[in-house]
């Protein structure tokens, strides 16, 4: 899953994306006009009772790539070489400036996060609407010159996104069935990701509540966490987990920023998470929601998909109540699925198939 962490200059991205992938992440990321990528590992309580319970050889966790994207400025769009590193993009993290700071540079003098907000989202709307726009203009040049009913229909298609765009609103918004998400799929639309606002705030903003639930309610098609970067850089500094924590909890910070927001990121775009484990390798893993069970073993490899024969499975919390396989398998909680099966979020799977 790859996330684009975006912003105004001096907001937080920086420290942001080191706390996500590392303090050296950005240690040989020479030119800002270019995107700097990292890797963060995904935290999960009950991945971590299962390396517990299987103590394997090898413990594999569920990775997200956070895509640092250059500033954005008032001439973004027309610039357009920001945008054209966010195509492989499957969801933004929009880090808005909230705390105060008269030190730390700001472009419009003062943070003022819904006024971030307000810009970033217009920019993005405003990218999309040209892109429409120019489709737009090469499909009516083609069906000037031959009938063709495809194309027709995608007509429809772009107008419709056209006039949503042209009301201010992000295509996240407009319902869109499957045939239409199969036409657009290629297609760089921003306002389609889903979007999380990161509200970099002070220490001691942690407990004022009535900031996000403004912003929650005049931008409602967004996701809101809070984060102090600039505390957690400074807890990430310490030498020991114990100093860590008793700084965290001094200053009210219950879980880490890496921690809040690839939880917040799995949950917008829709993604479950599902196990495999043994002796060799515990692996934690995602999948789409709804996914069906050839689908799902397709994500361990294709093979397995091609040639799926059916899938055993066992439930998370039915293997932590039992407290072993043999207890489980004894108590009638090991099943046997085939093709329809819609797997779960927490399922543990054991794929059969053959090729």
């Not at 429809?156 to 056209?162: G, S, T």
């Not at 957690?232 to 008793?246: G, M, P, S, Y």
């Amino acid at each position: 899953m790859n996330v684009g962490i975006i912003g105004l200059p001096q907001v937080g991205k920086k420290t942001l994306f080191r706390l996500l992938v590392g303090q050296g992440a950005l240690d040989h990321h020479t030119d800002p006009r270019q995107p700097a990528r990292g890797v963060a590992e995904v935290d999960d309580k009950r991945f971590d009772h299962l390396v517990e319970m299987y103590q394997p050889r090898k413990v594999t966790r569920a990775r997200f790539e956070f895509v640092l994207l250059p500033k954005m400025e008032e001439n973004s769009v027309s610039d357009g070489a920001i945008f054209r590193d966010m195509g492989d993009v499957e969801a933004l993290c929009h880090v808005v400036r909230a705390f105060p700071d008269d030190s730390v540079y700001h472009m419009w003098g003062g943070p003022d996060p819904a006024r971030e907000i307000e810009f970033v989202q217009s920019e993005l709307v405003l990218h999309d609407l040209m892109f429409i726009e120019k489709r737009l203009e090469r499909i009516e040049s083609t069906l000037g010159k031959k009938k063709d009913d495809r194309l027709a229909r995608e007509k429809a298609l772009m107008e419709r996104f056209k006039d949503h765009l042209d009301a201010e609103k992000p295509l996240r918004r407009l319902e869109i069935s499957t045939e239409e998400s199969a036409v657009i799929r290629s297609y760089p639309l921003l306002t389609l990701r889903q979007t999380i606002v990161a509200l970099n705030v002070s220490d001691d903003q942690l407990s004022d509540d009535s900031l996000v639930a403004d912003l929650e309610s005049r931008f409602e098609s967004l996701s809101f966490v809070r984060i102090a970067a600039r505390a957690e850089a400074d807890i990430a500094e310490l030498e020991t987990d114990e100093e860590r924590r008793e700084f965290m909890n001094d200053i009210g910070i219950t879980d880490t920023a890496r921690h809040v927001l690839t939880a917040r990121c799995i949950e917008a775009v829709g993604y479950n998470s599902f196990f495999t484990v043994g002796k060799t390798e515990v692996h934690h893993w995602f999948f789409r929601h709804g996914a069906l069970a050839p689908q799902v073993a397709g994500v361990i490899h294709s093979d397995m998909e091609r040639g799926f024969i059916r899938v055993e499975v066992m439930k998370y919390a039915d293997l932590a109540g039992y407290g072993s396989e043999e207890a489980l398998k004894a108590a009638g909680k090991y099943y046997v699925k085939g093709k329809d099966y819609a797997v779960e979020d927490g399922d543990i799977l054991s794929v059969r198939f053959n090729v």
